[in-house]
C-alpha cells in the first residue's frame, strides 16, 4: 500500500510545468541581460582596437587621455544606440498594428521619408551645417508628414489601408524631392551622403539630450496603447464591441509612431529594417498579444542596433561601416524570407 502510493505523492510534490506567462516573463530578463552584453560590446570594441584595462579605466577615471576619450565616445554611441534602436522597434511595433501589416515598418507611413526632405532642405536652402541643426529638422519634416498623412488617410475616419496608401504616396513625392535637390546641389549631396545612410558615429551628449524627452514620451505613450491596440487588431466592429475608441487609439498611435521614429531618425538618419525585422520575429514566439510584443520589441531592437554597430566596426578595420549599411544587408535576405514564409503559410 505505501509503495502503491509512492507515484502519487511524487506526482503531488512535483513542481508544476512553467506557464507561458512565466517563460515570457523569464524570457524579458534573458533578453535584458542580452541587451547589457551587446552594450558593454559596443563600448568594448571599437574601430580602433584598445586594451580591455584602458577601456575599463575609461569607463570610471577622465583623465583626459587618448584612451578615455575614445571610451567615452563609444558611451555616447552606445546610449544613443539604445535609445534609437528601443525607438525604431517600438514604432515598428506599433504601425504593425496600426495598419494591422505584419511586414510594415516606419518608412510605411512616410516618416523617414519626412525626416530625410527636411534634413536636405536644411542644407541646400538655410545652410545649416550642424547635427544639432539637423535635428530639429529632421523632427518637424517627421511631424509633418505623419500629421500629412494622418489627414489624408482619412482623420477620425482613418483606416489602415487609407494611412498605407497616403504613406506611400507621400514617400514617393518627397524621395523624389530629395533626388532632385541632391542631384543639383553638390554641397548638399556630400553632406547628406553620410546622414542618409544612417549612423551612430556621430552621438553627442547634445544630440541625445535634445531627443531623449520625445523618445520617453513616444515610449510610454506607446506602451500604454497596447491593450486598446490589440483590440483594434481583432477589426473596427469587434474593437467597438470591446469599448475601444478607434478614433483615439488610431491617433494616438500614429502619434507616437511619428514622435519615435522621427526623433531616432533625426539623430541617427534613417536606418532600416529594424522596425520590420524585431517585431516580427517577437511575434513568433510571443503571439499576437501587443503587452508582450511592445516591451520585446523595445528591448531586443537595440539589441540589433547596437550588434549591427559593432560589427561594421570590426569589418572594416580600421575604418567602420555605418551601422545603416549594415542593418540593410542583414535586414534584405531577412525581409525576403519574411515575404516568402507569409506566402507559403497563405497557400
Known amino acids: ?4 502510493s509512492l507515484p502519487e505523492q511524487r506526482a503531488e510534490t512535483a513542481p508544476a510545468p512553467p506557464t507561458r506567462r512565466a517563460v515570457r516573463v523569464l524570457g ?8 547589457l552584453l551587446v552594450a558593454l560590446a ?8 584598445l586594451p580591455l584595462g584602458d577601456v575599463w579605466h575609461g569607463l570610471f577615471h577622465d583623465t583626459g587621455t587618448y584612451a578615455d576619450i575614445v571610451v567615452d565616445d563609444r558611451i555616447s554611441r552606445t ?3 539604445l535609445l534609437a534602436g528601443s525607438a525604431l522597434g517600438l514604432s515598428g511595433a506599433v504601425l504593425q498594428a496600426l495598419t494591422r501589416n505584419p511586414l510594415a515598418d516606419p518608412g510605411l507611413l512616410g516618416i523617414n521619408a519626412g525626416a530625410s526632405a527636411a534634413v536636405v532642405t536644411a542644407i541646400t536652402y538655410f545652410g545649416v551645417t550642424s547635427l544639432s541643426g539637423y535635428v530639429w529638422f529632421a523632427f518637424a519634416g517627421a511631424a509633418v508628414v505623419g500629421a500629412l498623412v494622418w489627414f489624408l488617410g482619412g482623420s477620425r475616419g482613418a483606416t489602415p489601408v487609407r494611412l498605407a496608401l497616403a504613406g506611400t504616396a507621400i514617400s514617393a513625392a518627397l524621395y523624389g524631392y530629395l533626388q532632385a535637390v541632391m542631384i543639383m546641389d553638390d554641397a548638399a549631396l556630400s553632406k547628406m551622403r553620410f546622414w542618409t545612410v544612417g549612423s551612430l558615429a556621430s552621438a553627442t551628449g547634445s544630440t541625445i539630450t535634445q531627443v531623449a524627452p520625445f523618445l520617453a514620451v513616444g515610449t510610454v505613450v506607446s506602451l500604454l496603447l497596447a491593450r486598446p491596440l490589440n483590440a483594434v487588431a481583432m477589426g473596427d466592429d469587434t474593437a467597438r464591441a470591446l469599448g475601444a475608441n478607434l478614433n483615439r487609439t488610431r491617433a494616438l498611435a500614429m502619434l507616437s509612431a511619428t514622435v519615435l521614429c522621427g526623433a531616432a531618425t533625426a539623430a541617427c538618419g534613417p536606418i532600416v529594417f529594424v522596425g520590420l525585422m524585431v517585431p516580427h520575429v517577437v511575434r513568433s514566439f510571443t503571439g499576437p498579444d501587443l503587452r508582450w510584443i511592445l516591451p520585446y520589441a523595445t528591448i531586443l531592437s537595440p539589441v540589433l542596433l547596437l550588434g549591427a554597430d559593432v560589427l561594421g566596426r570590426l569589418i572594416a578595420r580600421p575604418a567602420e561601416l555605418q551601422v545603416g549599411i549594415v542593418t540593410a544587408v542583414i535586414g534584405g535576405p531577412v525581409f525576403i524570407f519574411l515575404v516568402r514564409r507569409r506566402r507559403t ?3
Do not use: E, N, T, Y
Open 1 to 4: 500500500m505505501l509503495v502503491d
Open 28 to 35: 524579458l530578463f534573458v533578453s535584458v541581460a542580452l541587451l
Open 42 to 49: 559596443s563600448i568594448a570594441i571599437g574601430a580602433k582596437s
Open 79 to 81: 546610449v544613443l544606440g
Open 345 to 347: 503559410a497563405q497557400l
